[in-house]
């Protein structure tokens, strides 16, 4: 048990060789695997340490014995520990509050101090058989007193950034004073990998000092290196949990999930979103993060939710706008939602098989066929090295009708064609103003010559005067627009036997993206 005079044992853990580990390890961890933390309330000496080891004799600059020595206050200590809880969530320590005495101090203890320079926010001291081991300082001529430290802050990212030394992490950039640690290199060197940076950059490396909304939990790297101190927390999120992101909210934070054979990320917002299933993999959910320079926002929105390594989610559902969804190597449930919704599937397109079931499609690799995907409310799909369209029975379906009236059906082949129709659609085309944009790019006028056009694509030989001249006059009378006209061909049966909707319908139509 702690006390003013003796911190609790520690001891060393040799490093893991994986760079993205050792360089945020100090190397000394708690040896208890129960860990206390307390909020001292009085800088009397019986709380202190006077000693040499300790923070020296009263009348010396040590944190406690400062005038403006203060106790956080009940917001603030409501905040640390839920900021001491986010670590909890990740690894296999117990934290218990104890009261102060002069006989019991918590191992990790948190106050007020002052330190002259505005920039320093707070500072910790590693764990170490010293009784200042553990202990968090925050200067009350810093941020962290002039704002809240609710989530998504500056300051609640200072306090997992200083619980993170206070277990025994470090810094991931190069210390003057041990040049020869382990460090990051600049790609990983960033906040959005780990609380423990100072690096506030985009994936495009825009860089600024700060975050719109900051992390709420020790980020992928964080997890994994507290894991390998500690061991992960095995009982946190052990069923099927379902992971709900709405528009309502902003998020930037690390999912860590101990079990469960179908977890799920579900997003309920309208903001067109990415989420990768994959683990340490970066998905954008929900309102946009940004890096920003004095509270302007700098290039792209950064990614907002990662999961953590050796973490399986095996669901996604989108939400009503246009996303992205990107499955993992067990069986995946990808469920678009509303709006055009596109799978990313990692692999070339022979080395998969897509198949049409009652709800959407089934995607199977070739090498495992047990590692088999359900797609719902899935628009696009795309490979490696290919692209599908699946909406047969909306905006897809509209254009392979009216490629194969307008053009004929030999058409429906021509992967460019199809891509500059899915985009016009896609942008919000009606299926009238699509049709118009297809007879436009035949360059014809004449409503002769269109009635002529969509009659030979559709039977194969040219119509008489008697065929032909009722739709011409509807033209010329304006009763029917050329659009309509399109459609209607477009629409009939004999079309849809001409491109072998059908078929489509099993397999998919390939497109090339354009714009």
């Known amino acids: 048990m702690p006390s003013p005079l003796f911190s609790s044992s520690t001891t060393n853990r040799n490093p ?44 010396g600059d040590g944190e406690p014995w400062r005038s403006t020595f203060s106790p956080l206050s009940s917001t603030d200590q409501s905040n640390f520990i839920h900021a001491l809880q986010q670590w909890a969530n990740v690894i296999k320590l117990n934290f218990t509050q104890v009261g102060e005495s002069p006989g019991n101090v918590g191992d990790i203890r948190a106050a007020y101090t002052v330190e002259a320079d505005s920039l320093v926010l707070a500072w910790t001291y590693l764990p170490s058989g010293s009784p200042l081991g553990g202990d968090i300082w925050i200067n009350t001529k810093g941020e962290l007193n002039k704002e809240e430290w609710n989530p998504g802050s500056l300051s609640f990212e200072t306090i997992l950034h200083e619980l993170g030394h206070a ?38 490396g825009d860089e600024g000092n ?21 061991g992960p927390n095995n009982n946190y999120h052990t069923g099927n949990d379902t992971y709900v992101y709405d528009d309502a909210h902003t998020y930037h934070e690390t999912i860590w999930d101990a079990g469960g054979a179908s977890d799920t990320i ?40 990662w999961i953590a390594d050796k973490v399986t989610i095996e669901n996604a559902i989108g939400g009503q706008g246009d996303d992205i969804l990107v499955g993992n190597s067990s069986r995946n449930s990808l469920d678009g939602g509303a709006g055009i919704d596109t799978v990313r599937i990692e692999t070339q397109y022979n080395q998969a098989t ?38 047969l029975d909306g905006n897809a379906g509209e254009v392979a009708k009216l490629i194969g009236a307008v053009f004929g059906a030999t058409f429906v082949n021509n992967t460019g064609y199809v891509g500059i129709g899915l985009s016009k659609t896609d942008e919000g085309l009606s ?34 005067d008697s065929e032909k001249s009722p739709y011409v006059e509807m033209l010329d009378d304006g009763d029917l627009s050329i659009g309509g006209l399109t459609v209607l ?3 009939s ?23």
């Open 266 to 305: 579900q997003y309920t917002g309208s903001i067109p979103s990415l989420i990768d299933l994959n683990a340490t993999h970066p998905s954008l959910i929900g309102q946009a993060v940004y890096v920003q320079a004095n509270g302007v926002n700098l290039g792209s929105p950064i990614p907002n939710v």
């Open 167 to 204: 277990l025994g992490l470090k810094h991931p950039f190069t210390d003057p004073d041990n040049p020869s640690e382990a460090t990051l290199p600049p790609d990983l060197d960033n906040t959005i990998h780990t609380v423990m940076s100072y690096t506030y950059a985009n994936l495009d």
């Open 431 to 464: 299926y009238e103003q699509l049709a118009k944009f297809a007879i436009d790019a035949t360059r014809l006028t004449d409503h002769d010559k269109i009635v002529t056009l969509l009659w030979h694509n559709l039977f194969g030989e040219l119509p008489t």
């Open 210 to 230: 700060g975050f719109s909304f900051h992390p709420t939990t020790p980020m992928v790297l964080d997890i994994a290196a507290i894991q390998y101190l500690y």
């Open 493 to 515: 049966v004999i079309n849809a036997e001409n491109i072998n909707l059908t078929g489509l319908v099993q397999t998919g139509l390939p497109y090339i993206e354009v714009g």
């Open 354 to 391: 897509l198949s049409k079931n009652t709800s959407g499609y089934t995607v199977k690799l070739n090498t495992d066929p047990s590692n088999e995907d359900t797609l719902v409310n899935i628009e696009r799909a795309i490979f490696d090295d290919y692209h599908l369209a699946l909406d």
């Open 16 to 59: 893991s060789g994986i760079n993205s580990i050792d360089a945020l390890l100090n190397g000394s961890l708690w040896l208890s695997s129960t860990i206390s933390f307390s909020f001292p309330t009085s800088n009397s000496t019986s709380l202190w340490s006077t000693y040499s080891n300790g923070y020296g004799p009263v009348s």
């Open 489 to 491: 061909a477009a629409e």
